[in-house]
């Protein structure tokens, strides 16, 4: 059983804080769907090049080729299918190649957290692996993978908290498109309304304090989805508890506070552990390739 008397203290020693301040969430979400732009359909039966780079709604898309035989990094082509194309999936998707990733990240900077993203396949009938890789603030990532059901060109969509977790404060995104191939149709994505989102954060407001310690209270003791920081999870164990906590007061007063929130002290002597050391990546110089169909 995870409670314990300890720990139950500890809650009711932080429940009168916890209605100081409540906690902030995203200033935005922001859906693209490849069709708020109107991408030029010349070729209604076939494929339409936008190059290497593409932007909507304020977030970039780039094509990169992620396969061993390039020394560097090499920029692929982008593109999208007509409507009276058989690869056609009932509304605009991008395509990038096989052997490649989309990379994505917003115009000047900023984190965000990914909510969900729908894809359909490039082949009928043939299911396809997508490697999700986020990169964070500091150069970490974490990544996994999902798959596509394999019955036709349908659009299936992957969640949060559901298909994947952890997902959150990305300064980018990368989906590896391995053969046979998918075509992405649309993401969702919430906005953080700082540049810089310490451990912690978990209400993402760029300031880790009273309304992340809120979080973590309102959630205490309860198996949520694995990583999920709104649910007061950062440990990543399913389970809200003294690690989640340690966390927040491991990191208390990081970062800039918004305007209507006062630095507090924590006041407590509590042993702090600290978060996974991960491995960083960075991106490497580019040149370019063509798209592949199979």
């Known amino acids: ?170 300064k980018e995104l990368r989906l590896y498109n391995h053969n046979p191939g998918h075509q992405l149709n649309s993401l969702t994505f919430d906005l953080h309304t700082s540049g810089y989102e310490p451990s912690g954060d978990l209400n993402s407001d760029g300031f880790v304090g009273i309304g992340d310690l809120n979080v973590v209270l309102s959630k205490w003791n309860q198996f949520v989805s694995r990583g999920v920081w709104l649910d007061g999870d950062p440990s990543g164990d399913n389970f809200v508890g003294i690690e989640d906590l340690n966390i927040v007061l491991g990191n208390w007063n990081a970062g800039t506070p918004p305007a209507h929130v006062v630095p507090e002290p924590v006041g407590l002597t509590l042993l702090v552990l600290g978060g996974p050391a991960l491995m960083s990546q960075g991106r490497k110089g580019r040149s370019k390739v063509v798209p592949t169909f199979i």
Not at 12 to 17: D, E, Q, R
Not at 70 to 81: K, P, R
């Open 1 to 170: 059983m995870r409670t314990t008397a300890g720990s139950n203290c500890l809650l009711l020693a932080f429940a009168t804080l916890s209605v100081l301040v409540v906690g902030k969430s995203y200033a935005e979400t922001v859906t693209i769907d490849f069709d708020d732009t109107g991408p030029v359909i010349t070729d209604l039966g076939g494929y339409n090049s936008v190059g290497a780079d593409y932007i909507e709604d304020g977030f970039y898309f780039f094509g990169i080729v992620s396969s061993d035989e390039y020394e560097v990094d090499t920029e692929a082509d982008m593109g999208f299918f007509g409507p009276f194309s058989f690869r056609y999936s009932g509304n605009a998707a991008l395509y990038n190649s096989y052997q490649t990733y989309t990379g994505i990240t917003r115009q000047g900077g900023g984190l965000f957290n990914l909510n969900e993203f729908s894809v359909s396949e490039i082949n009928p009938g043939l299911a396809a692996n997508i490697t999700m890789e986020g990169v964070f603030y500091d150069g970490t990532f974490t990544s996994t993978i999902v798959r596509t059901d394999g019955i036709g060109i349908t659009q299936e969509t992957f969640t949060a908290g559901n298909d994947f977790s952890g997902f959150q404060n990305l």
